[in-house]
């Protein structure tokens, strides 16, 4: 548990986000300015089992919120349903970027 932890605060230093120049579409917000990274939704098709498209980036908590508060599991901005293993990533995203 101890090395997850080190390997976390590892990946949290880079704060590779704050290098993003868009709002988050739901709360139009800077990306930049969110305490942990930005949760990616990638919109297009699935070539050779991998999404190709656009990938969008939302704050994590908004974007939870707004599926389970309208019940709609899409991307907000393309309208695209959000799968299975992308709702466990979101579910998963603060545990992996918030110590317990």
Avoid at 18 to 37: C, G, R
Avoid at 55 to 73: E, K, Q, S, W
Wanted: aromatic share 8%.
């Amino acid at each position: 548990q101890q090395q997850q932890q080190q390997q976390q605060q590892q990946e949290h230093k880079g704060k590779w986000w704050q290098t993003l120049t868009e709002d988050d579409p739901i709360t139009l917000q800077p990306l930049a300015d969110l305490d942990v990274p930005p949760f990616a939704l990638t919109s297009g098709i699935a070539v050779a089992s991998k999404q190709a498209g656009a990938t969008h980036y939302f704050d994590p908590y908004a974007l939870a919120l707004y599926m389970t508060r309208r019940g709609v599991f899409e991307n907000p901005l393309t309208r695209e349903p959000v799968g299975a293993a992308d709702c466990e990533r979101l579910d998963d995203h603060p545990r992996k970027f918030v110590p317990a």
